[in-house]
């Protein structure tokens, strides 16, 4: 047996190992500020590149979108003054940065990382593209889905459950700083109580303000199911993709 059959042999064997072998990542551009408020922290940001690139040197094909409110949310801007429209541009540039700064660290520490926008921008990143990702993503590189869909009055968590669906990936897994799915904001009231599973119907009858209703009906119309999970402690990811129970599921 050659060397390109022992390396095809014992990817196929991590595979088998995992529950997921393609996911696509939503991080929230606040939580790459985290503690702040605002702007990048570079710590975090190499911890969660530290998680992405682990899962994917272990076979998992990974896509990762990400928001873009630690720099401009166009709802803010909005409420300032800004059209509509333009608020919501300025905000897909914002998961650009955030995007990029990814990108960078991934393939500084050794990963392999590249951004598509989903608006035309070379050489800042390459046109999205389904079929492009996916055979990047098969040749185990990490591929990050800026810019939202490219169309105002979206957000990126509906980008995030469209690219799912398109990339066909086996799960949406929504990395935020707090452990699933509860009753009520558990940073605000401590009698709230986790789920550790969920129907889609429930989430949108219970109005529960994880990702937006859009977002929802599109992964429940798609049987795209949905893990809500602490992305802040490392090692959360992989114990996801290994078929540990972490954080909320959402499914039909």
Sequence with gaps: MGTGHYLLHYLLQKKENMKYGRILLKLSGESLAYPENSGINGSMLEQYAGQIIEISKAGCETGVVIGGGNIFRGMQG??????????????????????????????????????????????????????????????????????????????????????????????????????????????KDPGAVRYDRITFSEAIEKRLQVMDTTAFSLCRDNNMPIIVFDMNTPGNLKRIIDGKQTGTTVTA
Excluded at 79 to 97: P, Y
Excluded at 141 to 157: M, R, Y
């Design 78 to 187: 909005t409420a300032s003054g800004f059209d509509r429209v333009k608020g919501d541009q300025m905000g897909m540039l914002a998961t650009i940065i955030n995007s990029l700064a990814l990108e960078s660290v991934i393939n500084r520490m050794d990963g392999k990382a590249k951004v598509f926008t989903s608006i035309r921008m070379e050489p800042v990143g390459e046109l999205y593209n389904r079929d492009k990702v996916t055979k990047y993503m098969q040749n185990g590189t990490v591929c990050i889905l800026a810019g939202g869909t490219g169309n105002p009055f979206f957000t990126t968590d509906t980008a995030a459950a469209l690219r799912a669906v398109e990339i066909a990936a086996d799960v949406l897994l929504k990395g935020t700083r707090v452990d699933g799915i509860y009753t009520a904001d558990p940073e």
